[in-house]
């Protein structure tokens, strides 16, 4: 297994949802017109709370500066695991299970605080540039661990983290958020980026302009359906992630399925602002997941953490993550 350090340097902020009008401009250059940026790397997420970009920082600079945007004070590098020369064995489970053990588990074992991006094509995990490292030398004897430079993957060369190394306790690591599970099924989906122009106003209104309507007939009954988009285009790929009433609105054949039209649950991590310092929060969830071999994405935003799973098992997953959370 190879494990491969992406070249972009990331910044991870929060658009209050007050905010979002002055950022537009900027965010629609960024999913539409690319080509006339040079960002390689832009996910944007909007949850009830605010809007969450990730984005390097050519792209960074986009946007402009605003009392209605909050930036984490590190910066983020990408990490993503390629196994096969590049070719994902359909046989592996999809998302977060894969890596649970081999990369999430150790990187909290270690104390290093990690940023989880699923999207359709593949899991980035996001660590602290100056945990970058621990972070090579937890994983080395794991992974084959390369960095791209200029597009190109070379070897990656230890940074020095030799001596003074101690190996941690293992501990057992108890869910200490409440978990709560809305009543929206989503779908995770992408599109050829050919086809982005003929869907671009749609698109626009989806991510921008109908978050505050609600859904004839929405009333008490379903209070928990929650608003939750994700747009993701990073080296040319986009990723989305909506719900199921969302890609409703699309026409036939733009939206790329599975073959088994699979629908997903969300699992949402969180009572307060999580922060961005706590580590574990990603093992927690995950590692129940990977035991169950249930397959997951995993989204994490700048106040809570998302899980998607196959919505056939959510009532084992909640029940296995509330046994989790109530272990001593």
């Not at 537009?24 to 999913?31: D, E, F, M, R, V």
């Not at 946007?63 to 046989?91: C, K, M, R, Y």
Request: glycine share 6%.
């Amino acid at each position: 297994m190879e494990l491969h350090i992406l070249e972009h340097s990331l910044k991870v902020a929060s658009i209050e949802k007050e905010g979002i009008q002055i950022c537009t401009h900027g965010l629609i250059k960024l999913a539409f017109l690319a080509s006339k940026t040079r960002c390689k790397f832009f996910s944007l997420t909007e949850t009830p709370e605010d809007y969450t970009i990730i984005v390097d920082e050519e792209g960074f600079k986009e946007l402009p500066q605003s009392e209605h945007i909050s930036v984490a004070d590190a910066t983020w590098l990408a990490l993503n695991v390629v196994s096969g020369g590049g070719n994902a064995s359909s046989s592996q489970p999809i998302g977060v299970t894969k890596i649970a053990k081999s990369v999430i588990a150790p990187l909290a074992d270690h104390n290093i605080s990690v940023f989880m991006l699923s999207t359709y094509q593949t899991d980035f995990i996001l660590v602290r540039e100056r945990d970058l490292p621990m972070v090579m030398h937890t994983l080395s004897s794991e992974f084959t661990l390369l960095r791209v430079v200029n597009g190109e993957t070379v070897a990656a060369h230890n940074l020095g983290v030799t001596n003074g190394f101690v190996k941690p306790k293992l501990v057992p690591r108890p869910i200490i958020h409440p978990l709560s599970s809305p009543s929206n099924m989503f779908c995770v989906t992408s599109l050829d980026p050919d086809t982005l122009p003929s869907v671009a106003t749609l698109l626009m209104d989806v991510m921008f302009y109908s978050g505050g309507q609600k859904e004839p007939g929405a009333s008490g009954e379903d209070s928990s359906h929650i608003r939750f988009f994700s747009f993701s285009l990073i080296e040319g790929y986009i990723s989305l992630v909506m719900d199921e009433q969302t890609t409703q609105r699309f026409p036939n054949n733009v939206l790329f399925t599975s073959a088994s039209g699979e629908l997903w649950k969300m699992v949402r991590i969180g009572g307060q602002p999580l922060g961005f310092d706590e580590c574990g929060i990603v093992a927690q969830i995950s590692e129940p997941l990977a035991t169950a071999d249930i397959p997951a994405y995993y989204i994490s935003t700048f106040k809570f953490d998302h899980a998607l799973v196959p919505e056939e098992n959510i009532q084992s997953v909640i029940g296995a993550l509330r046994t989790e959370s109530a272990a001593p």
